[in-house]
């Protein structure tokens, strides 16, 4: 039973390009949730997402920030013409249902340049 | 909205040394969870503690969770280099789903 899968591990944008970020959760497991990690800095929750819906995104910039969790395939975190404040560290953690604890990716490092 | 908070920041201990990092929420729990991600890596998930003056022990680790249900503490005992790395403490309150993550506290061990 493999672990979270994100990809990619590190991908470089420059200002204004796209960034996609994919994250498949644990077989078996519907509830995704997607955090972002500043350099020294503590995990700050963006979004909360169960197949085919977004539950909670209170945590998302309401700008050029997007996620989704299809039916089939991965959940992707989608950063639409990025600046160099979006370099970071995005984690993907899913859960088989609500209210227990989450397993973590490796996590995909975005830097802008 | 909710907030956690976690002191101290950073903790040098020289190895053998104790170690303890507080957790406090701005609002009542549900249930507490921490994680520790070791430096470069991804948050690795410890335990989780649900109820009211809940403790548990992992070997040297000890978790508390308070009798109100805002507050928590892991506990190292006789800390050894492979502790090193951040220690997180994750609050979910009692509407809602989300989890919301402390600042962490940094843990170096010296030889």
């Known amino acids: 039973n493999a672990g979270v899968m994100q990809n990619p591990r590190h991908l470089v944008r420059r200002r204004g390009q796209e960034a996609r970020l994919r994250c498949s959760p644990m077989k078996g497991h519907s509830h995704v949730y997607w955090y972002r990690q500043l350099p020294e800095e503590g995990l700050k929750f963006m979004v909360y997402?169960?197949?085919?819906?977004?539950?909670?995104e209170s945590g998302m910039p309401k700008e050029r920030f997007s996620a989704e969790f299809p039916k089939e395939g991965p959940s992707i975190l989608r950063i639409q013409q990025v600046v160099r404040g979006d370099s970071a560290a995005y984690f993907c953690?899913?859960?088989?249902?609500?209210?227990?604890?989450?397993?973590f990716g490796q996590g995909t490092r975005l830097t802008v340049v | 909205g909710q907030q956690v908070m976690q002191i101290p920041q950073y903790q040098h201990v020289q190895e053998g040394e104790d170690f303890t990092t507080y957790c406090n929420s701005s609002?009542?729990?549900?249930?507490i969870q921490w994680y520790k991600q070791r430096p470069g890596g991804h948050p690795v998930f410890l335990i989780q503690l649900v109820k009211s003056g809940e403790v548990k022990k992992q070997k040297r680790l000890t978790f508390q969770f308070g009798e109100a249900k805002k507050n928590s503490s892991l506990h190292i005992t006789a800390t050894q280099t492979t502790d090193v790395g951040t220690y997180f403490c994750a609050g979910r309150g009692n509407a809602g789903n989300m989890l919301t993550f402390g600042g962490g506290t940094r843990l170096m061990v010296k030889p």
């Open positions: 953690a899913s859960s088989p249902r609500d209210r227990i604890y989450a397993f």
């Open positions: 609002t009542t729990l549900s249930n």
């Open positions: 997402l169960q197949k085919e819906n977004i539950i909670d």
